[in-house]
């Protein structure tokens, strides 16, 4: 779940990807199986991927904002930079996606299915982004994103 897509932002954007196991705790702050989920998570990607940049369990903030990752998160290699999100599970992605459509403006392209012999896509009923979906399913998408950004 981590892989694909940090291969996929990093040609897409043509800038390393750095990877984010999203939790509600950071560094264990809290534990159970949810958390031990995205715990055993980060070293599986690692291994898939020996030079993918991975941390976590990280919550949000941790991840993506770099003065919050300072004090919680002082040794993550993400440094509060991650430009991947790995959702705990689909709810959870599912919820954040349309937020960051909703409220922040964000261009939804997606959801894809990744990991497939050949590139697939699950066009929601809000999706809009139909040309950077369409795009995004082919063997280089990079050169067909440029226009679209």
Partial sequence: MA???????????????CVAMLSFSTR??????????????SPLARNMESD??????LRFGAAFVPKVAAPKAPDS???????????????AGNIN???AQ?????CAIGPGLQ???????????????LIG?????TPDYSELMRGVR
Avoid: W, Y
Avoid at 115 to 129: F, H, K, M, Q
């Fill in 28 to 41: 264990r702050s809290a534990g159970g199986e949810k958390v031990s989920k995205m715990v055993q998570a």
């Fill in 115 to 129: 990991g497939l012999v050949e590139p697939t896509n699950d066009l929601s009923r809000g999706c809009s982004a």
């Fill in 3 to 17: 892989t694909a897509p940090a291969v996929s932002i990093g040609q897409l954007t043509e800038q390393a990807p």
């Fill in 52 to 57: 993918l940049i991975v941390d976590g369990e």
């Fill in 77 to 91: 290699p993400l440094g509060g930079n991650a430009n991947v999100l790995v959702f705990p599970n689909l709810d």
């Fill in 133 to 137: 979906r369409a795009a995004s399913a």
């Fill in 97 to 99: 996606h349309k937020t």
């Fill in 102 to 106: 909703r409220i922040g403006g964000a």
